[in-house]
């Protein structure tokens, strides 16, 4: 499986201010997602980023809110912005596995621990 | 109605012990089966992908049934090690790879 990478592997953030996530990969991929684990919670996607494409948000999260950018197949970024306390969570990326025959495995970065004070 | 269900736990099991998971899904288009694991404060592994004609790895089985819409998971033989959260995943048909997640299952294994 590929291997990925984020920065900052975790963070305490004022509220008010925003947080740029790096996720690193280390093959080309041509689709990666960003998700949210909240405390005690499961993962939750926030939206799927294409290359050369906006991103897709899924419901309740929006892109003013957490920006995304993805300048190449193996980099992408996700903004936090303007953060509350609610917004304190694990931050994680993923991406679509490569093995041959098998669709649809993803694997996840090691995430990236968000507090908002 | 949650899209994917899982009883939360936690299984406290003793070491040896088989110990297993239900996970449902509501929705009948659900393509792609996973369960993951994941140990306090690390990310989601892969643990296995879900066939519909079942599929095992060690002491590791899964299985799926389309008919109830739910997958399986048995651990046999548990070790202390075992001991993290299960979380089942599905994909829905034309969802681009879209994994939505159930609550996870904590296991506990104790000596």
């Known amino acids: 499986s590929a291997v990925i990478s984020q920065k900052p592997s975790r963070d305490i953030c004022q509220r008010g201010t925003s947080l740029t996530i790096q996720c690193q990969v280390d093959?080309?991929?041509?689709?990666m997602f960003w998700y949210r684990q909240q405390p005690g919670q499961s993962l939750t996607l926030i939206a799927t980023?294409?290359?050369?494409?906006?991103?897709?948000?899924e419901s309740g999260f929006v892109i003013d809110k957490f920006p995304i950018s993805r300048p190449n197949l193996t980099f992408s970024t996700l903004t936090v912005s303007n953060m509350s306390p609610e917004d304190s969570s694990i931050y994680l990326c993923s991406v679509v596995g490569g093995r041959a025959g098998v669709y649809n495995e993803q694997f996840f970065g090691p995430g990236t621990r968000l507090t908002v004070l | 109605r949650k899209e994917v269900e899982q009883d939360p736990g936690p299984f406290n099991v003793p070491e040896g012990a088989t110990v297993a998971f239900n996970c449902t899904y509501s929705?009948?288009?659900?393509?792609?089966f996973f369960w993951y694991r994941q140990d306090c404060r690390k990310e989601p592994k892969l643990l296995m992908s879900v066939y519909s004609s079942g599929n095992e790895d060690g002491r590791f089985t899964a299985q799926l049934n389309r008919a109830s819409q739910y997958i399986s998971l048995l651990i046999r033989d548990s070790k202390l090690s075992d001991s993290a959260t299960y979380l089942c995943a599905v994909v829905l048909s034309g969802g681009y790879n879209k994994l939505i997640f159930g609550a996870g299952t904590r296991l506990a294994v104790h000596p």
């Open positions: 093959s080309q991929v041509t689709m």
């Open positions: 980023a294409n290359q050369g494409s906006e991103a897709t948000y």
């Open positions: 929705n009948s288009a659900s393509q792609s």
